[in-house]
């Protein structure tokens, strides 16, 4: 295992359209290795293939807020029913130091390959269709900010909250 370099906003590989994978062998495995090792290394809860400069749909994400030890791989995803929506607050390891206010399905089904090739369907719901939705775009060479509705530095997020705090505060005396 490895860990690979992530592009950043402003890489022209971000906005590009990834190819099905259609070989399911040890080069494969090894993509996905390393990409967890990479999402690990950097503190993330998904990395798609383009973030590491290859342009295949997969992605690696660990979605489950209650279980931090299980990720996924997700080979040429599919998302085929959306349901409902919220409002997420999304960073991204492409775009270090901001984060933004995103629009998502609040419910997604999809279907993707396993690094066999089999194929497995999977609901996903909150957190989870957040990240699922979120890796889903970068394979098309969409990137958050381009749907965020506000986009802010993590010190301007900081303090806006503490902002928040303090009005809070000072409703309650």
Known sequence: ???RVIAEVGDPILRKHCKEVKKFDQRLRAL????????????????????????????VARPYLDDQEKYLVMVNPEIYE???????LEGCLSVPGYIGHVNRPKKIK?????????????????????????????????????????????EEYEEALEEERKKEAAAEK
């Open 82 to 88: 959306k349901e409902g929506e919220q409002t997420s």
């Open 32 to 59: 996905a290795e390393d990409m967890v090792e990479t999402m690990d290394k950097a503190d993330g809860v998904g990395l798609a293939a383009p973030q590491v400069s290859v342009l295949k749909r997969i992605y």
């Open 110 to 154: 999809m279907r993707a390959q396993d690094l066999e090739g089999e194929w497995h369907e999977y609901e996903f719901e909150d957190f989870a269709a957040v990240v699922n939705c979120h890796e889903y775009e970068h394979l098309d060479g969409v990137i958050y900010t381009d749907k965020a509705e506000e986009v802010m530095t993590n």
């Open 1 to 3: 295992m490895a860990t």
